[in-house]
């Protein structure tokens, strides 16, 4: 496996870079993000070994079960599952950003967590940009506001806007929501919210993603081969 693996990295690293030069964007501002349920933790250290640093999972499960194989090798780990209130305590051992804050009881008992163990945590704000209900995530015509309440607790430090792109070979579809993020984004920094990063774009749509602003794509099929379940299942945040 670690052949395609490092051969896969390169085929992307390539996407990102042509994208970028299309969109007038510097390479370096785009970060490759590896999306890694349900992959093996060896398969993840090949990518690691190969120079990749920022993984994201899903779930505490996988992130207690690969924290020890992993740590042998730095890098950052962010967690893009949905954000369950009982499950804060045991995330925010294992990651140093929250990927899907997107309710203002959880934002609360997250601050509440952080000031009992002393410690911040960067978060990105998860919008539902397609307006799917099988996705979590603040509508767009809320997030402002949203924004503005999770602001003021200090002990989370907002650092951008995630969103995932509607799942569809339409492509006029996927990209409006990945601009609807990126508005969203400019009318927040119109605001004075430290917004700045963008997490949007997977295997199939990181182009797109990128030329509407992306900071970070999320990667995973394209990189480890196809998984046993549909695209869907890596995004149903109930799994």
Request: charged fraction near 25%; aromatic fraction near 6%; glycine fraction near 6%.
């Amino acid at each position: 496996m670690t052949l395609p693996i490092r051969d896969n990295l390169n085929d992307i690293q390539k996407r990102i870079k042509n994208a970028c030069m299309r969109s007038n964007r510097r390479f370096k501002e785009v970060r490759l993000l590896l999306a890694t349920k349900t992959v093996s933790a060896e398969d993840i250290l090949v990518a690691l070994r190969a120079g990749e640093t920022l993984i994201a999972e899903n779930t505490v499960q996988e992130l207690k079960q690969k924290h020890g194989p992993l740590k042998t090798i730095p890098h950052e780990t962010h967690f893009i599952g949905h954000l369950q209130s009982n499950k804060i305590k045991e995330v925010i051992k294992y990651v140093s950003c929250i990927q899907s804050l997107d309710r203002l009881s959880t934002a609360q008992k997250l601050q509440n967590r952080l000031e009992y163990e002393d410690k911040t945590m960067d978060v990105f704000l998860q919008i539902n940009t397609s307006y799917e209900e099988s996705k979590f995530g603040i509508p767009p015509e809320n997030a402002l506001e949203f924004a503005k309440q999770v602001h003021e607790f200090d002990r989370i430090l907002i650092k951008g806007l995630m969103t995932i792109g509607l799942l569809s070979v339409q492509a006029g579809k996927v990209r409006k929501c990945f601009r609807l993020l990126k508005d969203i984004q400019q009318n927040m920094l119109d605001q004075g919210l430290p917004v700045k990063e963008l997490s949007m774009g997977m295997s199939s749509d990181l182009e797109m993603a990128v030329e509407e602003g992306a900071t970070i794509v999320r990667v995973g099929t394209a990189i480890f081969g196809r998984r046993p379940y549909p695209d869907s299942y890596y995004w149903n945040e109930n799994t």
